[in-house]
C-alpha cells in the first residue's frame, strides 16, 4: 500500500504543469552576413569546415604545447571544478522531485521495583518502520522548474569551460608568436649593433687620420649605446615570454618548442575560412554559456509562480512495533500511518508577487546578456575580418619599404667609406633601416595574431559540434 502511494505521488509530481513562460530563442541582433566594404576581403565560402586547433595551427612544436596547456593548466583544472560543482548542484536539486524515504528501528528497555506481592517488573519494547517524510506534490511544477534551472546553469558552466579552454588555445598561439617576433627583434638588435660597432671603429680611424670630425664618432656611439639598449631590452622580453608561456602551460617550456623567427612561426598558422552566415556565432561557447543562463532565469520564473500556489506535502509511515522481539514481525504487530497537509500564504505582503517580478527582471537581464553576447561575438569576428582584408596590403608595403631602407642605408655606408658623403647620412639611413626592420616584424606578426583571433572569435574548436548550434542537442547528466 506504501509503495503505491509512493508511486502514485511520484506519478502526480512527476506530470504536473509548468508555470514556466515557453522558451523562445530570441533573434540574433546582428546582421545575418558579416560586414562587407574596402576594409574586407569577399567572403567566398559557403560554410564553415569542421576543424581542431591542429588544423590551424599546424606547427608540430605549437601542438605539443597546446596538449601540455590543456593537461596541467590550472584555470581549466579550476573550470572542470566548477563543472563538476554544477553538475552535483543539479542533482541535488533532481533529487527532491522524488520521496525521500527513510528506515529506523528502535529498542527500549525499562526496569521497575513494585511491592513485594508482585515482584520485579521488566518491560522492553522494538520497533521498526519505513516512511516517507514531507513528500512535496508538485502540482504546479515548482520544483520542475527549480530543477530545470540548475540543469541549464550546469549546462552554462560547461560551456565557460569551453571558453576557458577555446581561451587558452588563443592565448598560448599568442604567446608562442610573441616569442617569435621577439626572437626576430632581437637577431634586429644584434645585427644593427654589430654595424654599429663597425660603424664606431671606421670613425674612431677616420678621426685618428684627421679626416672625420669628432661629431661622427660620437653619432656613432649613440646608435651603438642605443642598438646595445635596445638589444638588452629585447633580452627581458624573451625571458618574459618564456614567463607567460610557462603559466599558461603550468609547467616549465622546452625551449626546443620555441621557434627561431617570426617567419617560422608565421609559416605554421593556417587560415580559417569565416563563412558567408553569421548564424555561427551561436556556437561560440560563451554564446551558448549566456543562452543558457537565459534558460534557467526563465525557469526560474516559473517556480516564482508557483511558490504563489498552495503546497500539498505527504508525510506517510508503516512497520512493525512489539514488546518482544519474536512477536515483533507478527501480522498483529504491523501498522502504517498517513497524513496530508497544504500551507497557502493568505498575506505575505506581496512578497510572492515580488518575487515573481523579481525573477522576470533577471530574465530580462539575462536576455540583455545573451543579446549582447551575440553582438560582441559578431564585433569580435567583424574586426577580425576587417584586419585580415586589409594586412596583406600593409605587409607588402612594409616589405617594399623594408627593402629600400637596407638598400638606401648600403649605399650610403658605400658613399661614406669612399668619402663622397658625410657620416649624417649614414646614420639616417642606419635609422631609418632599423625602424623599417622592426616595423615589417611587427606586422608579420599582426598577421600570425589575427588569424589566431579570426581562429578565437568564430568558436574555434565549437565548430565541430554536430548538428544545429544551441542547447537543444544537451544531453541530461
Known amino acids: 500500500m506504501m509503495r503505491r502511494a509512493i508511486l502514485l505521488a511520484a506519478g502526480a509530481s512527476l506530470s504536473a504543469c509548468s508555470m514556466a513562460p515557453k522558451y523562445v530563442r530570441p533573434e540574433a541582433p546582428v546582421p545575418a552576413s558579416w560586414p562587407i566594404g574596402d576594409a574586407y576581403l569577399r567572403q567566398s565560402e559557403a560554410s ?198 610557462q603559466l599558461l602551460i603550468g609547467a616549465p617550456v622546452d625551449l626546443v618548442l620555441l621557434p627561431a623567427s617570426v617567419d617560422e612561426a608565421g609559416a605554421a598558422i593556417a587560415e580559417l575560412p569565416a563563412g558567408l552566415d553569421s548564424s555561427v556565432l551561436l556556437r561560440r561557447p560563451d554564446v551558448v554559456s549566456a543562452e543558457y543562463a537565459l534558460r534557467a532565469a526563465n525557469a526560474q520564473i516559473g517556480a516564482a509562480r508557483a511558490q504563489l500556489f498552495p503546497k500539498i506535502s505527504l508525510t506517510g509511515l508503516l512497520g512493525f512495533a512489539s514488546g518482544a522481539l519474536n512477536s515483533l514481525f507478527d501480522g498483529g504487530a504491523f501498522n502504517y500511518s498517513g497524513t496530508a497537509n497544504a500551507a497557502y500564504p493568505i498575506f505575505s505582503g506581496g512578497a510572492g508577487s515580488a518575487a515573481v517580478a523579481q525573477s522576470q527582471t533577471q530574465r530580462d537581464a539575462a536576455l540583455a546578456t545573451y543579446e549582447k553576447a551575440i553582438q560582441t561575438a559578431f564585433r569580435d569576428v567583424a574586426n577580425a575580418l576587417a584586419r585580415r582584408g586589409t594586412i596583406a596590403d600593409e605587409l607588402a608595403a612594409n616589405q617594399r619599404n623594408a627593402d629600400a631602407a637596407l638598400d638606401n642605408y648600403q649605399l650610403a655606408d658605400a658613399r661614406y667609406r669612399g668619402e663622397i658623403d658625410t657620416f649624417l647620412a649614414t646614420l639616417v639611413a642606419q635609422r631609418s633601416l632599423y625602424s623599417a626592420q622592426r616595423g615589417l616584424v611587427q606586422t608579420k606578426l599582426t598577421r600570425a595574431t589575427n588569424l589566431v583571433t579570426l581562429y578565437r572569435a568564430l568558436g574555434g574548436d565549437s565548430l565541430l559540434d554536430a548538428g544545429p548550434a544551441g542547447p537543444e542537442l544537451a544531453k541530461t547528466p
Do not use: C, M
Open 48 to 245: 564553415l569546415p569542421s576543424v581542431t586547433y591542429r588544423d590551424i595551427f599546424r606547427d608540430p612544436r605549437l601542438q605539443r604545447i597546446i596538449g601540455q596547456a590543456l593537461a596541467n593548466n590550472r584555470d581549466l583544472r579550476i573550470a572542470a571544478a566548477n563543472i563538476e560543482a554544477a553538475r552535483a548542484q543539479y542533482r541535488i536539486q533532481r533529487g527532491e522531485l522524488f520521496p525521500t524515504i527513510g528506515a529506523s528501528g528502535a529498542y527500549g528497555y525499562s526496569h521497575r521495583n513494585t511491592p513485594i506481592a508482585t515482584g520485579t517488573a521488566n518491560t522492553e519494547s522494538l520497533s521498526t518502520s519505513i516512511g516517507v517524510t514531507a513528500f512535496e506534490l508538485d502540482l504546479f511544477g515548482r520544483v520542475r522548474s527549480l530543477t530545470s534551472a540548475a540543469l541549464n546553469r550546469y549546462f552554462a558552466q560547461e560551456a565557460t569551460a569551453r571558453a576557458t579552454r577555446l581561451t587558452l588555445v588563443g592565448d598560448v598561439a599568442g604567446a608562442w608568436l610573441s616569442y617569435a617576433a621577439d626572437r626576430s627583434l632581437l637577431a634586429i638588435a644584434e645585427e644593427t649593433a654589430a654595424n654599429a660597432r663597425r660603424s664606431v671603429s671606421l670613425t674612431d680611424a677616420r678621426l685618428k687620420g684627421g679626416v672625420a670630425p669628432r661629431t661622427d664618432l660620437r653619432q656613432a656611439e649613440q646608435v651603438l649605446a642605443s642598438a646595445e639598449a635596445d638589444l638588452a631590452a629585447q633580452k627581458t622580453a624573451l625571458a618574459q615570454d618564456v614567463n607567460a608561456l
